[in-house]
T-cell receptor, first 112, second 113 residues
Framework: DGGITQSPKYLFRKEGQNVTLSCEQN?????MYWYRQDPGQGLRLIYY???????QKGDIAEGYSVSREKKESFPLTVTSAQKNPTAFYLC???????????FGQGTRLTVV | KNQVEQSPQSLIILEGKNCTLQ??????????LRWYKQDTGRGPVSLTI?????NTKSNGRYTATLDADTKQSSLHITASQLSDSASYIC????????????FGAGTQVVVTP
């Protein structure tokens, strides 16, 4: 059963804490992406990785960090430097030949 | 400035009725346009893809149209069902930036019995 798995589904963070969101895929896609979704706005790109051990900043990378040590995994860390982290976070892998993004089920992060 | 604008922002329709969602884009150079359906609290799922040369494409009760000259697309839902209640997102990709997509803010559709 191929797809993208994000965990946890819900995450609560205290101010000043770093938290890590997990994203795993078994679609054998090279490219993986992290997006942030806020109400009334389109998805915004945080980071993306086109290949293992390489990643690029997206449009809103400040306060976030990523790693890509394995093809299957692309975890996102929300650091204490991110001033407004409460949002819905979506991970995707890309099938470039048809320009299709396959999304995980998302992680809702709330600062308490 | 968002390069993909969707309208309306939200709409409510009665079960069994039809509706049409609009997407205008300024993304250039254009590669393709996809419509995604996003159920509440879930990730988006692709419905249709349109390339430059395609005018119409259907997926069951969903029909997408594309006018590449005016840079407009629409998504028509026929005989709506309660399960059609979701956000519908227009996504445009460009040949300029590999794998980078421009997302619309989505249209929230609520189908009522």
């Amino acid at each position: 059963d191929g797809g993208i798995t994000q965990s946890p589904k819900y995450l609560f963070r205290k101010e000043g804490q770093n938290v890590t969101l997990s994203c795993e895929q078994n679609l054998n896609h090279d490219a993986m992406y992290w997006y942030r979704q806020d109400p009334g706005q389109g998805l915004r790109l945080i980071y993306y990785s086109q290949i293992v051990n390489d990643f690029q900043k997206g449009d809103i990378a400040e306060g976030y960090s990523v790693s890509r040590e394995k093809k299957e995994s692309f975890p996102l860390t929300v650091t204490s430097a991110q001033k407004n982290p409460t949002a819905f976070y979506l991970c995707a892998s890309i099938r470039p030949e048809v320009a299709e993004a396959f999304f995980g089920q998302g992680t809702r992060l709330t600062v308490v | 400035k968002n390069q993909v604008e969707q309208s309306p922002q939200s709409l409510i329709i009665l079960e069994g009725k039809n509706c049409t969602l609009q997407c205008n884009y300024t993304v250039s150079p254009f590669s393709n346009l996809r419509w995604y359906k996003q159920d509440t609290g879930r990730g988006p799922v692709s419905l249709t893809i349109m390339t430059f040369s395609e005018n119409t494409k259907s997926n069951g009760r969903y029909t997408a149209t594309l006018d590449a000259d005016t840079k407009q697309s629409s998504l028509h839902i026929t005989a709506s069902q309660l399960s059609d209640s979701a956000s519908y997102i227009c996504v445009v990709s460009t040949t300029d930036s590999w794998g980078k997509f421009q997302f619309g803010a989505g249209t929230q559709v609520v189908v009522t019995p």
